[in-house]
């Protein structure tokens, strides 16, 4: 059965994503809140509002095993970024991905997502919440940007969203009939080259390097040198351009 979006829209919540996790929700249920005031962001961060962004959530189940979240997590990715891509004014030179979802508009975060899922016993996934924030309007702080800032008029949120959830389904759709190589390629089109000077933050750890790409579950890989590898499924990145 094809994939249906049943969207909700609120005129406020504490966060999309818990909201979205407390109700029984099936597979293409999505909440939107037009505020938002205790968003959660990865790493235990908090997601800050702006007035006029975008606050979404939504489930899917693909019953597929756990090991290619990863590979969904890059295409929540790349399918943020198309969704920019179409709306701003600005040469995409200026548009990149940062591994593994990260959406930078001129070096600044403009939307971040935020993956969480239900397990089943025997390792597949069950529900997937994905939860995704753009900076529409404003970029709540410094180092984020917002999409406004490189648009002739202000964007409509509702039209973003619309074609942002269009081109999930698409990519969704495609990658559950098998096409998950081509996500890793759409992701590398969009992201940091390899070879780019990388700092990978994992708790207290931290290490630089250079990126080497993607193993086949959309892990990265760092080069430390001298023949020397380490395979990230989880972590903060830093390239040498930011922060
Ligand atoms: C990140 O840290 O980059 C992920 C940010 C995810 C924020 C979105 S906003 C809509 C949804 N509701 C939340 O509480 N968080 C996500």
């Not at 090991?67 to 920019?84: D, E, H, I, N, R």
Request: net charge negative; aromatic share 8%; proline share 2%.
């Amino acid at each position: 059965m094809s994939l249906q979006w049943n969207i909700q829209v609120h005129e406020r919540l504490y966060s999309t994503q818990d909201f979205l996790k407390n109700l029984d929700s099936v597979e293409g249920t999505v909440v939107h809140a037009l505020r938002q005031h205790a968003g959660r962001g990865r790493h235990g961060r908090v997601w800050e509002e702006g007035e006029g962004n975008l606050y979404l959530s939504f489930v899917l189940a693909p019953k597929k095993e756990a090991a290619l979240m990863g590979q969904l997590s890059l295409l929540m990715g790349v399918a943020v970024y198309k969704t920019v891509a179409t709306f701003i004014d600005t040469d995409t030179d200026e548009l990149m991905l940062k591994w593994p979802n990260d959406v930078l508009l001129d070096g600044r975060k403009c939307a971040g997502i935020l993956l969480e899922s239900d397990i089943t016993p025997d390792g597949q996934i069950d529900k997937l919440y994905i939860g995704i924030g753009v900076n529409v309007a404003h970029a709540p702080l410094d180092i984020a940007s917002a999409l406004n800032a490189f648009t002739a008029a202000p964007l409509d949120v509702t039209g973003f969203r619309d074609k942002l959830l269009d081109t999930i389904k698409e990519l969704y759709t495609r990658w559950l009939d098998g096409d998950g190589a081509r996500v890793l390629d759409e992701w590398q089109a969009c992201a940091h080259a390899i070879g780019s000077d990388l700092t990978v933050k994992i708790g207290e750890s931290v290490q630089s390097g250079h990126f080497h790409g993607l193993d086949q579950y959309g892990s990265l890989i760092l080069s430390l040198g001298e023949n020397q590898f380490k395979t990230i499924t989880a972590g903060e990145i830093f390239l040498s351009a930011e922060d």
